[in-house]
Nanobody, 126 residues
Framework: QVQLAESGGGLVQAGGSLRLSCAASGVTFSLYGMGWFRQAPGKEREFVAGINWSGKNTYYVDSVKGRFTISRDNAKNTMYLEMSGLKPEDAAVYYC???????????????????WGRGTQVTVSS
């Protein structure tokens, strides 16, 4: 059974940085494409960044390009999201998600990810 656990959220001032982690278990991690999503109160869950199984291909929503970096360590069964230059509008619950995929593509739709973590809260004060 695939289990995902996010960590690293917290309260940060605008302009600050955080690193989120997503630890996977019960899965051959290198066979899965991964994604980060976020959901703010009253808003739909939105794609933030994704990475293919090897880590060679990544994709970001325009609003975080140049500020966020997604990466993964298949030896540690862990995915990361380095966030810098945080803005109040980045505040949300951040979720990691997994989908079985050994291709080069990175999926952006939440409907294509069957496995989800419980989320970690990111709060950005202005």
């Amino acid at each position: 059974q695939v289990q995902l656990a996010e960590s690293g959220g917290g309260l940060v001032q605008a302009g600050g940085s955080l690193r989120l982690s997503c630890a996977a278990s019960g899965v051959t991690f290198s066979l899965y494409g991964m994604g980060w999503f976020r959901q703010a109160p009253g808003k739909e869950r939105e794609f933030v960044a994704g990475i293919n199984w090897s880590g060679k291909n990544t994709y970001y929503v325009d609003s975080v390009k140049g500020r966020f970096t997604i990466s993964r360590d298949n030896a540690k069964n862990t995915m990361y999201l380095e966030m810098s230059g945080l803005k109040p509008e980045d505040a949300a619950v951040y979720y990691c998600a997994a989908r079985y995929s050994t291709g080069a593509e990175v999926a952006g739709s939440p409907h294509t990810y069957p496995y989800w973590g419980r989320g970690t809260q990111v709060t950005v004060s202005s």
